[in-house]
């Protein structure tokens, strides 16, 4: 049985078509069933894979706790605004997203549905702001998602956890 346990809002909807960080904010984004459309992470492949065969994309989205961001800005005295970690989706009211667990969705906005895939490890592309940021946002890095309902999504949306 599911339930809807937390609500938050969405803060900020980013994307970028290379690699890199950071994402730029956008007044709306597309969903598509990969995806971000026009994100570079967006697709039925895993870029973040380099070697080895190719392996069907878990990652579609990415989704991060604006209390997390403040915290580790304020920690560390940078300024991580919205995009800043390689983030689609900035969400607020739903804590640091620690306890998400895969299985557990996400209803944003009136259409959007997403399925959480795991915990999103920081890794040293985020090296860009401080050498500690990594273990600074060790267990608070937010969360990768696979889309399972498509649609448009933009700053002000509500967020709804549904623990799976």
Known sequence: ????????????????????????????????????????????INKHKKTGDPEPNKRHVTIVAQEALEAVSDQLRVDLGPGSIGENIQVSGLGDLSGLKDGDLLELGAD????????????????VYH?????????????????????????????????G
Not at 27 to 39: K, L, M, R, W, Y
Not at 112 to 127: D, E, F, H, M
């Open 112 to 127: 959007v549905v997403v399925r959480v895939s795991g915990q999103n490890a920081p890794c040293a592309t985020l090296n």
């Open 1 to 44: 049985m599911h339930q809807t346990l937390e609500h938050g809002t969405v803060v900020a909807v980013c994307l970028r078509a290379e690699s890199g960080v950071p994402k730029y904010p956008q007044p709306e984004i597309a969903i598509g069933s990969h995806g971000v459309e026009g994100d570079f992470h967006s697709g039925p």
């Open 131 to 163: 050498k500690d940021i990594i273990k600074s946002f060790l267990g608070r890095r937010g969360v990768a998602a696979t889309v399972v309902k498509t649609g448009a999504l933009r700053p002000g949306d509500a967020v709804k956890l549904v623990k």
